[in-house]
């Protein structure tokens, strides 16, 4: 069985981000013939002689008329060697909120740069939410290396500068590599160019079947958020009483002893049970049903954990936010957290800092966060949260802000300080004696 990768494009505008897909849904088979008939018919239209491979992405009407990514736009592609997941994210700076939803799960993200502007604004802040976002793998796709005539010299310099720039996020010289690319001619994406002698690295696509991927969580302390009860309450089951949900981390077998949060219940696992029958056990990302040896009151919400690695429920949230909303985040505000499928009212007590992904430094106290700012925050909730940080579990150490009068969300928030930028003094533990 091929392995999973999950990846997300992120760049300044018309960096090229939907053609570079387009071409590799194109050049990867991927597309059917009326989705390719389609996309020919649209590009002959707008006078084109080849077809806009960027138009097999921009699925938004209002996309393929500006000519420009709104939405994310997930897409779904194989090879022999492995298989894929694709989120193609927007450019624009007032779409940088789509791109926290497009890197939420992204085990490796490609960022794009013309090889006409180099590392731009946007690049640098792609590059911080993607550090934030704990993507651990960033590849530079230094595309229309065309126009500039296939130049090594302007490849060189822009590898530097970018590569520079990571490390200083806390990203392993490693794990970034740089590409030189033409989206839309194919240069380097599947098939080696000829055109670009001097580089001796792998193609994009020969790039993404071999680098390692992210394993899920399985050895992390077991975690399954509560999505919903079951109760059939028939004559066959008349007291069958199941925990749905998915399994966000770690490994669950029967007879383990658990611990249900945030109310603290103990209990042993005493079944598995899925639509094909029962488990003896069930690793992260598989979809199951728990029953316990003891009658709980359990609901939606609710975390079972392992009981000798749990985390301790807190109602004070000392994290990370990525600013979403237009309207300004300012201290006092009364706003909902969404943790899992818990939802609680909270308040923000303070903003500790925040970062300017541009200067790589954090601004103490600030008034107020603005859109697309990232900042630390206290939150009190008012009720306890099982949180665990977000370094440690990604799907559990996350959270969402929620407007309490209509519903919007308003930030991405993550529990701890995941940007080394962003922590505080009191953070620091001092040396003992």
Request: charged residues 25%.
């Amino acid at each position: 069985m091929s392995s999973l990768l999950r990846l997300a494009t992120a760049g300044s505008v018309d960096d090229g981000k939907s053609t570079l897909v387009g071409r590799l849904l194109y050049d990867t088979k991927s597309v059917l013939a009326d989705q390719l008939d389609a996309v020919t018919r649209a590009s002959v239209d707008r006078g084109l002689s080849t077809p806009d491979l960027s138009l097999l992405v921009d699925g938004l009407r209002s996309e393929r008329e500006q000519g420009i990514t709104i939405d994310v736009a997930y897409r779904y592609f194989a090879t022999p060697k492995r298989s894929f997941v694709l989120a193609d994210t927007p450019g624009h700076v007032q779409y940088t909120r789509n791109t926290v939803t497009g890197a939420s799960t992204a085990q490796l993200a490609i960022l794009l740069v013309d090889a006409r502007k180099g590392v731009v604004e946007q690049t640098r802040r792609h590059a911080a939410v993607l550090a934030l976002l704990g993507v651990p793998r960033l590849v530079l796709a230094v595309n229309k290396i065309d126009l500039v005539d296939f130049d090594e010299e302007t490849f060189r310099v822009i590898a530097k500068e970018f590569t520079a720039h990571a490390t200083s996020l806390g990203y392993p010289e490693g794990a970034v590599l740089a590409i030189p690319v033409s989206a839309l001619a194919g240069d380097n994406v599947v098939d080696p160019s000829g055109r670009t002698p001097w580089y001796g690295g792998p193609t994009l696509l020969a790039h993404l079947e071999s680098v390692p991927a992210a394993p899920d969580p399985h050895d992390a302390p077991f975690r399954f958020p509560v999505q919903y009860v079951i109760r059939p309450r028939t004559a066959e089951y008349p007291d069958y009483r199941g925990y749905a949900g998915q399994v966000a981390a770690g490994t669950v077998r029967r007879g383990d002893e658990v611990v249900v949060l945030p109310a603290g219940l103990r209990s042993t696992v005493a079944r598995i049970d899925t639509a094909d029958g029962e488990l003896e056990e069930a690793a992260a990302g598989r979809s199951v049903t728990l029953l316990l040896t003891d009658d709980l009151d359990i609901g939606r919400g609710d975390l079972i954990a392992a009981s000798a690695e749990a985390p301790v429920p807190t109602d004070e949230l000392d994290a990370t936010v990525a600013w979403l909303s237009e309207k300004p985040l300012r201290p006092g505000a009364r706003v909902l957290v969404k943790h899992g499928a818990r939802t609680v009212q909270a308040f923000v007590e303070e903003l500790t800092s925040r970062f300017d992904e541009q200067k790589l430094s954090s601004v103490d106290t600030p008034e107020a966060l603005a859109l697309n700012e990232i900042g630390r925050v206290r939150i009190r909730t008012a009720e306890p949260l099982p949180v665990d940080d977000y370094a440690v579990n990604r799907r559990t150490g996350a959270f969402l802000v929620i407007d309490n009068a209509d519903g919007t969300t308003l930030a991405a928030g993550l529990v701890g300080a995941p940007l080394s930028m962003l922590r505080s003094d009191r953070d620091v533990v001092s040396p003992g004696p």
